[in-house]
């Protein structure tokens, strides 16, 4: 018996690459609700990271969108 494909977005995958983590922003948001900016790879990761916590970076937009 085969499963029904299911059609639709794959929430783990961006521009066919797979996430590897979650960064929360808290200059996209607000400290109660953070926005969660995903990351694909150590490099990504380390860039939002500075870009966040960076005093002349008024906000981030999402990287490596493809």
């Known amino acids: 018996m085969v499963a029904p494909e299911v ?5 783990f995958k961006i521009a066919n ?5 979650w960064v929360p922003s808290f200059k996209m948001g607000s400290a109660a609700a953070p926005v969660k900016l995903p990351f694909y790879s150590q490099l ?3 860039l939002i990271l500075w870009l966040e916590y960076h ?3 008024v906000g981030t ?3 490596g969108g493809g």
Do not use: F, K, N, Y
Request: charged share 25%.
């Open 17 to 21: 690459r797979s996430i590897s983590g």
């Open 61 to 63: 937009a999402v990287v």
């Open 55 to 57: 005093p002349l970076v």
């Open 44 to 46: 990504e990761e380390r």
């Open 7 to 11: 059609q639709g977005i794959d929430l």
